[in-house]
């Protein structure tokens, strides 16, 4: 099936200072999602893209898919201790059934 | 409107005893998917549901069953635990673009 890699697996920062986790494929991506999981939470659905090249924000959160559609990235600006949490891509696979294939998410820690 | 509803919370099991995880949405959806989590390993799919009466295997079905009783539940069912399967397990229906998952049931076999 449909594999996407995403970088880094962890990363630690400073309140204020931002962020970026990148999703990356070998093949084609018909679409991907991004998902945030609190500590000892379920995922919860951000946003999903479809289009080459296509920029969405919400509040302090830049998601970007790529022009060739191979990778997409996550961008937080000033994080806050609040933006905790693993974020993770996901590509609904190509089929009507919908199935959902899951980076292994990049866990964020926020230093206040 | 509760969503995607998942029981039990939490378990320990023994090896070799059976059990099954209840999921239930209140949202109309025909699919219905369930995951597992396991450290570094991001979510993968044990099987789904695409519509009531229908059920397939996904990445990791190996050990497990499912059953989807009607349009709202669709359960999970351990026949045999096995230490491997310590992990947390997530439902999730599809909420038009985006999955709705449930709070997940976090499962010891000891």
């Known amino acids: 099936g449909q594999q996407v890699m995403q970088i880094p697996q962890y990363q630690h920062v400073q309140e204020g200072e931002d962020f970026t986790t990148y999703c990356n494929s070998s093949?084609?991506?018909?679409?991907i999602q991004w998902y945030k999981q609190r500590p000892g939470g379920h995922p919860v659905f951000l946003i999903q893209l479809v289009k080459s090249g296509e920029v969405k924000k919400q509040k302090r959160l830049t998601f970007q898919f790529g022009e060739a559609k191979k990778n997409s990235s996550l961008h937080i600006t000033a994080t806050q201790t609040t933006d905790v949490g693993t974020y993770f891509c996901a590509e609904v696979g190509g089929s009507t059934l919908g199935r959902l294939y899951f980076g292994r998410g990049t866990q964020l820690t926020v230093w206040p | 409107n509760a969503g995607v509803t998942q029981t039990p919370k939490f378990q320990v099991l023994k090896t070799g005893q059976s059990m099954t995880l209840q999921c239930a949405q209140d949202?109309?959806?025909?699919?219905m998917y369930w995951y597992r989590q396991d450290p570094g390993m991001g979510l993968r799919l044990i099987y789904y549901s695409a519509s009531e009466g229908t059920t397939d295997k996904g990445e990791v079905p190996n050990g497990y069953n499912v059953s989807r009783l009607n349009k709202r539940e669709f359960s999970l069912r351990l026949e045999s635990a096995a230490p491997s399967q310590t992990s947390v397990y997530f439902c999730?229906?599809?909420?038009?673009?985006?999955?709705?998952f449930g709070s997940g049931t976090r499962l010891t076999v000891v």
């Open positions: 949202m109309n959806h025909n699919s």
């Open positions: 999730a229906s599809r909420t038009g673009v985006g999955y709705t």
């Open positions: 093949t084609t991506l018909s679409n």
